[in-house]
């Protein structure tokens, strides 16, 4: 995927219901050619949001190149880091857009991670009742997942993404070039998403990553998205229950997310999350032993984690209750069935002392 023309190849434009259309692009080179996109866009106002962390290294070029090509193009810069995900953030965008006079016919373009997605995607959803969205995903963990769904949220109350809407983004175009200056642990943390999507429903990304390693990362993300646009294209608001299989990892994930108070990574989070549905599965009878040590000498090759060290049963539980998916008061777990294929159970269906010898996780450390 080194030009124009094989990029192109690459696109792909889903619809899953007539209210929103997004086009998904994936290559190399695309922020450089992000004109050539957006020239649908010209006759508008571009508001580009990005982080502390991303603004000088791909969104301020992308402004000044898009400002030569005759785009009227503006930066607004947000603080980096999971735990400036939050309304006061969210604030300060509404705050410029006054200062800015946006109308209607802006767009908002999120150039960044996931942290950067979902506050640009909150901006976008609810400012003068809506602004168009695109996404520019800069980190694997958003190529991976968190730019294609139309999920976007911010953190409040210490839990994760509880306040939050669906927006659809217009285009995602996701240039793989920037995973190369991805700091060490961001890259790590996009693995344990890219794995965990190859577990719930795309069972070739396990099997490449098992014979050839990270050698076709190109085409594993590409088989990723392919597989959650399939999901989201099946329920895309989220109200059939399908793309409940999207969680994977993701409830205990989250809860130790909280618990580290957002200093540890998503996808590091998810990455053990993944690896306590595994253990629960095969507790359970759901799933053989092998799936669950596939996935563990799998994330154990990559240098993930398997376990956390200094949270209880107990701790993990509790966070987990304030999780947005709760339903009548009960936690629904996704659990490996097979390497590519997931189940959905109620805490109802499992019994406590199971549930929490799962949650046992230990032994783990940034040192290792």
């Known amino acids: 995927m ?22 998904v692009v994936l290559g190399t080179g695309l922020l450089s050619q992000a004109s050539d996109y957006l020239r649908a866009y010209n006759h508008v106002r ?6 502390s ?16 090509a005759g785009y009227d193009a503006h930066l607004l810069e947000i603080p980096a880091g999971e735990g ?3 309304l006061d953030t969210l604030h300060g965008l509404y705050e410029s857009c006054s200062a800015l006079q946006v109308e209607r016919s802006d767009i908002v373009i999120a150039v960044g991670g996931g942290m950067v997605g979902d506050v640009a995607g909150m901006l976008a959803g609810t400012y003068l009742r809506g602004l168009e969205f ?14 294609v769904g139309g999920k976007v949220g911010v953190n409040f109350g210490g839990h994760k993404n509880l306040i939050g809407l669906f927006k659809h983004p217009s285009l995602v175009l996701a240039d793989t070039e920037t995973l190369h200056t991805l700091p060490e642990i961001e890259f790590r943390s996009g693995l344990g998403e890219l794995i965990t ?28 998205i392919k597989c959650k646009i399939a999901i989201v294209e099946a329920d895309p608001f989220d109200r059939l229950g399908i793309r409940a299989k999207l969680n994977l990892g993701h409830t205990f994930g989250h809860a130790l997310e909280k618990l580290s108070d957002f200093t540890l990574p998503h996808g590091l989070a998810v990455a053990v999350g993944l690896c306590i549905a595994c253990r629960l599965a095969v507790s359970l009878g759901l799933c053989k032993a092998d799936v669950s040590e596939r996935v563990n000498r799998l994330l154990r090759g990559l240098n993930l984690p398997v376990a956390l060290k200094g949270y209880s049963p107990e701790q993990i ?32 269906e499992i019994p ?10 230990s032994a783990w450390s940034d040192e290792n």
């Open 53 to 68: 962390n991303v603004a000088s290294i791909y969104a301020g070029p992308l402004k000044d190149t898009l400002a030569q």
């Open 2 to 23: 080194s030009d124009l023309k094989e990029i192109r190849q690459t696109e792909q434009v889903f619809r899953s219901t007539a209210s929103y259309s997004t086009g």
């Open 197 to 224: 999507v190859g577990v719930l429903g795309a069972p070739e990304i396990i099997e490449q990553l098992e014979s050839s390693g990270l050698e076709l990362l190109p085409q594993m993300v590409a088989a990723a």
């Open 352 to 361: 406590p002392q199971l549930l929490e010898d799962a949650l046992r996780v």
């Open 84 to 86: 400036h995900k939050t």
């Open 317 to 348: 539980l509790l966070a987990m209750r304030g999780d947005k998916k709760r339903s009548h008061g009960r936690l629904h777990f996704v659990l490996p069935k097979a390497i590519g294929e997931v189940a959905l159970v109620s805490e109802d």
């Open 46 to 51: 571009l508001l580009l949001v990005s982080d």
């Open 134 to 147: 695109i996404q520019m995903p800069t980190s694997l963990v958003s190529m991976v997942t968190a730019s």
